[in-house]
């Protein structure tokens, strides 16, 4: 009988679903998949994208190491992006580690290992960025974008269906930029027609990363119009401010966001928008930071994840002067994330007294833990449920909302 192995999975979702390829491929060739304590071979999948989660990846290792040294594992594999981009020095620094094996290559088949909760999946339909963000090391890491064909990525959507999950994450690196590699265009709204067609047993469809520039008026129509997508616009937008934008090689201006924004309030009056920001970018001035916060209070964004920059060799915006100081970086932050905390209190208590379609996803301490449409998994918010009947993870229930707090609700079943 072959070795069982167990796997950390780092990072994102898209690394979780890089995760479950690589156990999918030993599950076929007869390993047995278990919990990485009862592990014979301990994998780690892990993420450098920024320095945090390089700390990250680096602690989980040594702790796999801890347990090899307590001879409770035999073996240890290290996946992904860190020996990507730091396998000379890792191989030297870490003697322990029995193989470092870099980018895993974009699976298109449905040979997969689940370890997503069972009631919601995640589907990859690309990989790698047709942008050239100067903050970014993603194309260094992942390479050029590479997109899965209609069909590989329908026969996913089949499994999937199969599974009758309530709910289907739509995920790459930037999913606006699907099809341009091998079809020679942007085909993400007809693809999404496909996905709505086969995906009758599925709840929710959810997209994961629009960027801005590729967020057309076909694709909002669809986004509108089918009641299983989610009226849930993830837009990271980095910043507000033209001069730095451009120094981030976006390719919007401020005019350009604004725009869109405006444009999706009005084709989805019910949306919720997700941005993300950088603050701190080299450069960044006290008026271009103010100019930020008063887009922030102007937008009043539903969702937002602020991230502090970070310096990243090979990437352009490396070798930029006038480097913001990191007490300066913490103190924005901090500004940033107060100010959201405010707007979504005020987002939260217009729901009070409102009956919203929830997704549970999880029982703890007594009460059910879930989702609204406009919350992604592990990501956004929280309803608190109180339920007198058994609820399991997977229902859509309607809730209707007693309480809320700064990012989370509270609210009782109502049938």
């Excluded at 999404?192 to 057309?216: A, C, E, H, Q």
């Excluded at 939260?348 to 996803?361: A, F, S, W």
Aim: charged residues 30%; positive net charge.
């Amino acid at each position: 009988m072959k070795s069982k192995v167990g796997i950390l999975s780092l990072g994102c979702p898209r690394n979780l679903v890089d995760s479950e390829s690589i156990l999918g491929r030993l599950n076929l060739k007869g390993y047995q998949v278990v919990d990485i304590a009862k592990a014979d071979i301990g994998i780690v999948n892990t993420c450098a994208f920024v320095e945090d989660a390089k700390k990250e990846s680096i602690e989980a290792i040594l702790e796999l190491i801890d347990l090899k040294k307590a001879g409770k594992l035999k073996k240890i594999i290290v996946y992904g992006c860190l020996p990507e981009r730091y396998k000379g020095e890792l191989t030297k620094e870490l003697p322990e580690i029995d193989a470092f094996i870099g980018k895993v290559s974009l699976s298109c088949s449905t040979d997969v290992y689940p370890i997503a909760p069972k009631h919601y999946g995640y589907l990859k339909i690309c990989e790698g960025c047709v942008n050239n963000c100067s903050f970014c090391v993603i194309p260094k890491i992942k390479g050029p974008l590479a997109s899965c064909d209609q069909g590989s990525v329908i026969a996913k959507v089949k499994d999937f269906n199969r599974r009758k999950i309530s709910e289907l994450n739509i995920i790459g690196q930037d999913i606006t930029g699907y099809g341009k590699d091998i079809y020679g265009a942007f085909r993400l709204p007809e693809l999404l027609k496909k996905i709505v067609k086969n995906s009758k047993d599925i709840g929710w469809i959810r997209l994961l990363y629009l960027y801005p520039s590729r967020v057309t008026d076909e694709l909002l129509d669809i986004i509108a119009s089918e009641p299983k997508i989610c009226k849930y616009l993830d837009l990271p937008v980095q910043h507000i401010n033209d001069r730095v934008l451009k120094l981030m090689r976006r390719s919007t201006a401020k005019k350009d966001i604004l725009e869109l924004i405006a444009k999706i309030r009005k084709k989805i009056p019910d949306a919720a928008i997700r941005t993300s920001l950088i603050v701190g970018f080299p450069t960044e001035a006290d008026k271009e930071f103010s100019e930020l916060l008063d887009f922030i209070q102007e937008v009043k964004f539903e969702r937002l994840g602020a991230f502090i920059y970070s310096r990243e060799e090979g990437t352009s915006a490396y070798s930029f002067g006038n480097q913001v100081t990191h007490s300066i970086k913490v103190e924005r932050f901090n500004q940033i994330m107060a100010l959201q905390q405010r707007i979504s209190e005020e987002n939260n208590k217009k729901l009070l007294g409102k009956v919203l379609d929830v997704l549970v996803d999880e029982e703890e301490s007594g009460r059910y833990l879930g989702r609204t449409q406009y919350d992604a998994p592990e990501v956004d918010g929280l309803v608190y449920i109180s339920s007198r009947r058994k609820l399991r993870a997977g229902d859509f229930v309607k809730v209707k909302i007693k309480d809320t707090l700064e990012y989370d609700l509270v609210g009782e079943l109502t049938r």
